[in-house]
């Protein structure tokens, strides 16, 4: 159960319904994350459309920032981002298996050395920003990758850290959709 109500679409009104409004147009239904934040109606419009221009804007393809945000939500603990990006990969015809694979840190066949590399990198900038090098971004030069499209995956990430910090502090529940996905990959617990 959330630690906040969740606010329900069908009794929004002013703001806050044409903020639901929007997201229902993309998804057909209003996630349980929008719900939740939805106390702050301009944050939530501001959200959702940083989330819609991360995923769509530069030139690295949508699946893989997907990917990205799946390792981001996993290295943070957040259940429901894992099994919402997981999810996002299943409709790419990932299989579950690839999709835990992947978040676990195996590099994956679908996607090429370079990316492989990115998402390594992703899962740094995840799990603990300050501990990117200079030598990590030159390893990614060296590979192909651009400082547009470094800059590119940071935001990818930070993104997914923030959206994961919502979802996870306020303890969103799964949606239907999501129930089981994220349970098959088991998430780190940090003491720290």
Known sequence: MARVPLLDPDEATGRVREVFESVKSYY???PGLQ???????????????L?????????????????????????VE?????AAHMLALLGKRWSREECMEVIEGKPSP?????????????????RRPA?????????????????AGIVEIV????????TSTVASALDVPLEKVMEGLSRRVPLPRRDD
Do not use: H
């Not at 935001?155 to 923030?162: F, G």
């Open 35 to 49: 719900k939740a934040l939805a106390y702050l109606p301009e944050t939530t419009d501001a959200l959702w459309t």
């Open 51 to 75: 989330s819609r221009t991360t995923v769509q804007e530069g030139s690295i393809r949508e699946e893989l920032k997907r990917v990205f945000m799946a390792v981001t939500a996993y290295e």
């Open 110 to 126: 679908r996607l090429s050395d370079k990316e492989n590399a990115a998402v390594n990198f992703a899962r740094i900038v995840g």
């Open 78 to 82: 957040c259940e429901y981002c894992t």
């Open 155 to 162: 935001a990818s990430v930070a993104l997914m850290r923030y």
């Open 131 to 147: 501990a990117v090098t200079d030598e990590m971004v030159k390893e990614l030069r060296a590979v192909g990758w651009t400082d």
């Open 28 to 30: 057909r239904m209003v």
